[in-house]
């Protein structure tokens, strides 16, 4: 189990860095290290509803004071106030976020942790050589998780223990607020003009209300360890000290290539009916199709998961409509040419972790509706007569809109569809085999349609830019990362020509933390990822670096150049400085960089695929 430790030496300092637990269902507990909300997604409860999606936020903070020294922290316009990072001596997770207070001889030790599988948080307190009155300021609201809003009418009732909160914006729902030690007394007040400058920044709603049903108080004479709970389901108090210790327990036995994104890779994974999905990312995805099955690998096989790998898989197969997988499974959204091309590539490397024939016999038929899919031409997408596949618009992974038109259109054949196309073929050919082993009559299209792709897929060549058109037909000759991808296909390119996009995409798009999106010397190309969503979503795709691409980067660095040790060694260096970043999640990845230096981190604090490439590429580079 890693630990990482932090002493904040300013409000500023302490809220560019974030924590966040996750549940299992989707639903989570979030902020930053100084204890303060920058976000409209922060908060201690975010309850999802419906896992993994429909998740709200409950509990926003709780607000500490002893004898009249605050240790909250919250942005007023203007101001920061009160300001209890004066307080705070270190921040550490370990496994759990835990905020090291000193006030004068009294230490406080504040916990938070979550119980898996259930929209509670417990947070825990540990006071020593505690003196004067201790009052404990729950703040809450009911709103959707993703944006600041005005506050709902909310009542409550008294618990032993605590209270029962219910609002009319969420009448089903309640918010049992409970505790063993400090008693609580009802006092409803509204806290006015939060403020949450990472929204600010983003260009969306910034500020709202809060409610203050009461309190939580007592008078400190000695030391205490005592806990709050926030939950949608307990109305006791649960046995905290038992949860707490089955989570550590549960944590600890976590594996990973790297163990310190063990817990990261561990987070994106949540319930989804009777089965499990993946969420992209953290804050604001919920479970994409393309997202899952390209993190699925990194985030479920290299931890060893291989059951829960299982479920992921059979979750989106049974969402699939005539093979093609949906890239938004909670809306059920199909606009995506190669979700279900990353779908094949992961039931084949589950397959050759596991050699699972029962489940490959069962997901076959999803595979062939994949292939039948993209064998016959349709308005959207499907094979040309040479068997490329072509598309239209904005169905590829670059997919961002402005104003409602795509900023990368991509349409016509693009050359990493048309590679995973081509692996997807090898790879059903081989599985195919497995399960026909003993038949006398193999079939034989895979491979031979496999190999009129291979034939047509060197017209991507282009000489004057010595690597690959991103796409053809027509032609578009921008120097993008989508090529590392063929790069990285044994046999799909001559090897001269292979090393020549190695070389181009190394040159041109590699960073520390990624691929640039597209090559600085193009006059379209945006090396900053900041602003309104219209500035972010114009240059998302144009210039921003992802971390996932390390993934396909590495992948092609090992099959070019040989799985050498100095080959090796070059590909952890390669991944090493992802790790390394005090980037603003802490102990995981998030989803862009800046393509210009300074590269500063953007998008998701957590991205699952940033994370799961990283991790596979790692393994592979042992």
Same mark, same amino acid.
Request: a positive charge; hydrophobic letters at 40%; glycine letters at 6%.
């Given at each position: 189990m890693t630990s990482f430790a932090a002493r904040p030496g300013s409000y500023e300092e302490g809220a560019s860095r974030e924590w966040l637990l996750a549940n299992g269902l989707g639903g989570y507990a979030s902020a930053t290290i100084s204890g303060g909300n920058t976000r409209s997604y922060h908060g201690l409860l975010v309850a999802a509803l419906h896992p993994p999606v429909d998740r709200w936020l409950l509990l926003s903070s709780l607000d500490e004071e002893i004898d009249g020294q605050s240790l909250a922290n919250h942005q007023y316009p203007g101001t920061i106030h009160p300001q209890g990072f004066k307080y705070l001596k270190e921040f550490r997770q370990d496994p759990f976020p835990r905020f090291c207070y000193q006030i004068g001889d009294c230490s406080i030790e504040k916990t938070v942790f979550m119980i898996q599988g259930e929209n509670t948080t417990i947070i825990t307190y540990k006071i020593k050589n505690g003196q004067g009155h201790l009052r404990i300021v729950p703040l809450v609201h009911s709103r959707g998780f993703h944006a600041a809003s005005s506050l709902p009418k909310m009542s409550q009732e008294p618990l032993a223990g605590g209270a029962v909160i219910r609002s009319r914006a969420l009448p089903d729902v309640s918010l049992f607020l409970l505790s063993d030690g400090p008693a609580y007394q009802s006092n409803e007040d509204v806290y006015y003009n939060f403020e949450y400058e990472a929204e600010r920044r983003r260009g969306l709603a910034w500020n709202e209300d809060l409610a203050s049903p009461g309190s939580f108080e007592m008078n400190l004479s000695e030391d205490v360890f005592f806990a709050i709970s926030a939950s949608?389901? /307990?109305?006791?108090?649960?046995?905290?000290?038992?949860?707490?210790? /089955?989570?550590?327990?549960?944590?600890?036995?976590l594996k990973a290539p790297i163990p310190a994104l063990a817990m990261a890779a +561990?987070?994106?994974?949540?319930?989804?009916?009777?089965? @499990?999905?993946?969420?992209?990312?953290?804050?604001?995805?919920?479970?994409?199709?393309?997202d899952a099955m390209i993190a699925l690998p990194? @985030?479920?096989?290299?931890?060893g998961r291989e059951k829960e790998a299982a479920m992921v898989l059979r979750s989106f197969a049974g969402a699939m409509e005539n093979g093609v997988l949906p890239n938004d499974l909670g809306a059920r959204s199909?606009?995506?040419?190669?979700a279900s091309l990353w779908f094949v590539r992961a039931v084949s490397i589950y397959f050759e972790h596991s050699r699972d024939r029962q489940f490959l016999k069962e997901i076959w038929p999803r595979l062939l509706d994949v292939f039948h899919r993209y064998c016959r031409p349709a308005e959207d997408f499907g094979a040309a007569e040479d068997g490329l596949v072509f598309c239209g618009p904005a169905l590829t992974w670059m997919d961002a809109r402005l104003e409602g038109r795509p900023v990368t259109p991509r349409s016509g054949k693009c050359c990493e569809i048309n590679a995973l196309w081509y692996s997807a073929l090898l790879d059903m050919n081989r599985l195919y085999l497995e399960l026909g082993k003993g038949s006398r009559n193999p079939n034989p299209n895979f491979s031979r349609l496999a190999k009129k792709v291979k034939d047509s897929f060197q017209r991507f060549w282009n000489s004057e830019t010595g690597c690959l058109y991103d796409v053809i037909d027509p032609? +578009?000759?921008?120097?993008?990362?989508?090529?590392?991808?063929?790069?990285?296909?044994?046999?799909?390119?001559?090897?001269?020509?292979?090393?020549?996009?190695?070389?181009?995409?190394?040159?041109?798009?590699?960073?520390?933390?990624? @691929?640039?999106? @597209?090559?600085?010397?193009?006059?379209?190309y945006e090396g900053r990822y900041e602003g309104d969503p219209g500035r972010r979503d114009g240059s998302y795709h144009q210039g921003t670096v992802w971390p996932w691409l390390m993934g396909p980067y590495i992948d092609a660095l090992i099959a070019i150049k040989g799985r050498k040790k100095p080959v090796l060694r070059k590909a952890k260096e390669t991944l090493r400085p992802l790790l390394t970043l005090p980037s603003v999640g802490i102990e995981t990845i998030p989803e862009v960089f800046d393509g210009d230096s300074p590269q500063r981190p953007g998008g998701c604090i957590s991205q699952a695929w940033s994370v799961a490439e990283v991790l596979r590429a790692w393994q592979a580079s042992q």
């Open positions: 949608t389901r /307990r109305s006791s108090m649960p046995d905290w000290q038992t949860e707490m210790k /089955r989570e550590k327990s549960r944590l600890a036995g +561990d987070s994106f994974l949540a319930k989804r009916g009777k089965s @499990l999905s993946i969420i992209a990312g953290y804050h604001w995805f919920d479970d994409w199709g393309r990194g @985030l479920l096989l290299t931890t199909y606009n995506t040419v190669d032609e +578009d000759a921008s120097i993008r990362p989508n090529q590392i991808i063929a790069a990285g296909i044994k046999d799909l390119l001559p090897a001269v020509k292979r090393e020549a996009v190695f070389e181009v995409v190394t040159r041109d798009l590699l960073t520390p933390f990624g @691929l640039r999106t @597209l090559a600085p010397s193009d006059p379209r």
